[in-house]
């Protein structure tokens, strides 16, 4: 249709008002009803028919010519698709939209559960929230999905900016009004509804219409309620920084960054494609110092498209110090910290606390317990407070941790300088880091003897009340408190440092392949000499000579560290640290292959765990004489020492700490099961290594584990059952990043040579 062609309600509106009539007037005079006249010149009507456009032209006194015009509008209106008038209000600049397929199809998905309705009274329109972080492309999302989803809406597609982080957010009543003004409700229905019946014929409105309705930038909950549909075939789709979790019946979508392809991709399509490649990489490092999230890329790719003079490169290195990255990423009116700002205006007081103390936390999340100790709350408050931070969309979740998103961590280091007073937030800093210690303690003694379950009279924020809650803490804040640990060395705490390493001593069998425990009993070993204590130098210098023997597989590294040990407890007069040095290095001689040596420490380890009463030392060296005698390949006499370590940890019972019984059953149970593969008992062989798998798994220790998914494959395939011994490799693959990554390599290679030889049998 020609766009200066006018529309049948239009043309119809423009003569009666030309004739100086009202609604009223005309009715009289054609004989069509108000309402009828009223729905036809608000677009709400399909085109009339004949009788009633000619009753029309001579209650409006038409010549020949006018009437012939509004029947010409009006066969026109019956062509057009539900003659109905079609609003497009949208905005232009999304065109240069990138990624987001999965969203994208989930949220193209919602609109088309609205099929073919009637918009009956029934009907339920759909309602889809869209939120986020500030800056993560919800408006620009939720438009392109319109916009792809245009021919679904023949009445047309709408968009109202709520103006939810202004000062003074548009009133209901308001957007009311422009969505009736939109489809042509006429000024004197409106004036006779008044304003207390504008809702009313808002909703008819929607009701009648299959229209798209984006109210952009909500609030919260009740600035959106009155305004969706209470029922037909309309579709809502609500943006908002906030999650609108009131919203009842919504489909929702939270955003997060884009993914570094997107991200890569988002920044190509901004300053071409020569450009982007001839600096592939710098383009990344911009593309990770924005954090991919979508408003910092756009203001990026911003400078670079009307700065090209210069390289990437250059603008990359702009964005490499963190303590200017916010005030890098500003272009013209537009800012990334600007746009942090209108999320952070609007928290309460504490969340406002909370937040900006969050940049305190040195590793990548926290957990409540951490939060109640950087406000100084209950669980509880402390709970409330970060439900607000991720409901106003500045934090984010990874089950029952909170993250912040990269640069909204910049920008709470900002607020952190800005809002709190001098001195205040290292203070808070060192109670922080002194908590985080001081709970690794309580956590890590779970695993050792003498120690057990925290004190009665213990009042911690964490649950430690079980050894498996202990373990989770311990893993999950890793990187929070080994950072409170470097502090500690750094301000030379020595005494804590040695506390906290001797308290994690047996844990670390539970989290071997951790990657940091060399560090941490070096740390303590230094700290142990600075205090003048040569025992504990010892102690902490035996198990750092542990961890780099079995940690970091480095056997030979290894020796000169319970070598030093070894002088020390000798010149100390230390025997249990003695045996424990003679111990490690029968290990490390063990694993370089050198038997001879490896058994002359073992049997010097063993007399001086007896000669002190050291239980759980002289199980361990009951075991390593086992290991010994199997890695000698002595079948019979290893099956032998097994038995012999067997029984002698059933006899201790109880005596012995539970984690260590449990680690060393499962050695038990897995040389058994090698020494019975040496004889060929496969049968037998298998039995004793599925067990100790199983012990693994009930124990929760994919390091151990790991080791003997891989025993008991080599044995399976060695007993010709090569189906069951890829099984078993897969499964040491499933494990991740916890396993041995020996472990995981040496899998990986063994199911391509599995692989290999069955295409080969094949052909």
Known sequence: MNEREPEFGALLRQLRLNAYMTMKDLSEASGVSVRGIGDLERGRRAAP?????????????????????????????????????AVRTFPRGINDFVGRDQELAWLQARASEQRDDTGGADHRPAVVTVSGPPGAGKTTLTLHAAQELADRFPDGRMVLDLRGMDDTPASTAELMLSVCKAFRVVDQELATAGP???????????????????????????????????????????????????????????????????????????IGTRRASAEPSAVEDVARQCAYLPLALRVAGSWLATRTGWTVRRLADRLAAEERRLDALVAGDRGVSAAFDLSYRQLTPDAARLFRRLALVPGPDAGSACAAQLIGKDLSAAEDTLEELVET?????????????????????????????????????????????????VAGRWFEPDHGAPPADWRGLVDLSSAAMARDWLQTQGVNWLTALRAAAEEKDHALVVEVAESLHWFSDQWIFWGHWPEVFGMAALSAKALGDPVVEATQLNYRAWAVLICESRPEASLPLSAAALAIAVEAGDVSQQAWAHHYRAWAYRNLDRPGEAARHCNQAADLFASTGDLHGS??????????????QNAEAALASYQRTRAFLDEAGDLVEPHIATTTRIGILSGTGRSFALLERWDDAVTNLRSAVR?????????????????????????????????????????????????????????????????????
């Not at 409006?60 to 009006?74: K, P, T």
């Not at 943006?239 to 991709?265: Q, Y």
């Not at 199980?619 to 000698?632: E, G, I, Y």
Request: hydrophobic share 45%; net charge negative.
């Open 196 to 270: 207390q019946g504008h809702a009313a014929l808002y909703q008819d409105l929607l009701s009648k219409k299959r229209c798209l309705l984006v109210l952009d930038n909500a609030r919260d909950e009740a600035q959106v309620r009155e305004l969706l549909p209470e029922h037909g075939p309309a579709v809502v789709m609500v943006t908002s920084r906030r999650m609108l979790t009131g919203l009842d019946g919504a489909h929702r979508l939270v955003l997060g960054e884009l993914s570094s392809g997107e991200a890569i991709a988002f920044l190509t399509a901004m």
């Open 49 to 85: 028919q004949r009788r009633t456009v000619a009753a029309l032209a001579v209650g409006l006194g038409l010549d020949e010519g006018r009437s012939d015009e509004l029947l010409v509008a009006a066969r026109r209106g019956a062509a057009a698709p539900n003659g109905s008038v």
């Open 393 to 441: 969309g500045l934090l984010g979740t990874h089950g029952n941790r909170f993250k912040l998103h990269d640069l909204l961590r910049l920008y709470a280091h900002v607020r952190l300088d800005a809002d709190e007073e001098a001195g205040e937030a290292e203070k808070v800093r060192a109670d922080l880091y002194r908590w985080l210690l001081e709970t690794t303690v």
């Open 619 to 632: 199980l361990q060296a009951h075991h390593a004489r086992s290991m010994n005698l199997l890695v000698d």
């Open 695 to 763: 012990v693994c798994q009930d124990f929760g220790n994919p390091s151990v584990m790991s080791v003997q998914l891989v025993h008991l494959g080599q044995v399976l395939v060695a007993a010709g059952r090569v189906a069951e011994a890829r099984d078993a490799f897969l499964a040491c693959l499933e494990l991740g990043s916890d396993a041995n990554p020996r472990r995981i390599e040496e899998s990986r290679a063994q199911i391509t040579r599995l692989d290999a030889a069955a295409s080969d049998s094949v052909r």
